[in-house]
Nanobody, 122 residues
Framework: QLQLVESGGGLVQAGDSLRLSCAAS????????MGWFRQAPGNKREFVGIIDVSGISPYYAEFVKGRFIISRDNAKNTVYLQMNSLKLEDTAVYYC???????????????WGQGTQVTVSA
């Protein structure tokens, strides 16, 4: 398992961009699929996107396609979530997670970060 620490959250205005980072400890980072999830107040945690071990094939939830980009740097044990054209409804706590296969389901991930708050204001 990995220890994951997210950073980069904050307060931004609608239309702005923000990049989240997720730093992982452990030498096996490059062998794991990395996912991003988010949880808005009063809502269940939902899948945002996932990137494969090589970083070539990210996959996104429909509601972020064209706005969010997931990338990873295996040399730095870090995965990123670039969020563009942010909307009010993107306000949530964002989590990164590590898993051993491609999945959009929470229980498919064995390691989770503590989350970072993203707040989008009008």
């Amino acid at each position: 398992q990995l220890q994951l620490v997210e950073s980069g959250g904050g307060l931004v205005q609608a239309g702005d961009s923000l990049r989240l980072s997720c730093a992982a400890s452990g030498r096996t980072f490059s062998t794991y699929y990395m996912g991003w999830f988010r949880q808005a107040p009063g809502n269940k945690r939902e899948f945002v996107g996932i990137i494969d071990v090589s970083g070539i094939s990210p996959y996104y939830a429909e509601f972020v396609k064209g706005r969010f980009i997931i990338s990873r740097d295996n040399a730095k044990n870090t995965v990123y979530l670039q969020m563009n054209s942010l909307k009010l409804e993107d306000t949530a706590v964002y989590y990164c997670a590590a898993g051993s296969y491609f999945t959009t389901i929470e229980r498919g991930y064995h390691s989770w970060g503590q989350g970072t708050q993203v707040t989008v204001s009008a």
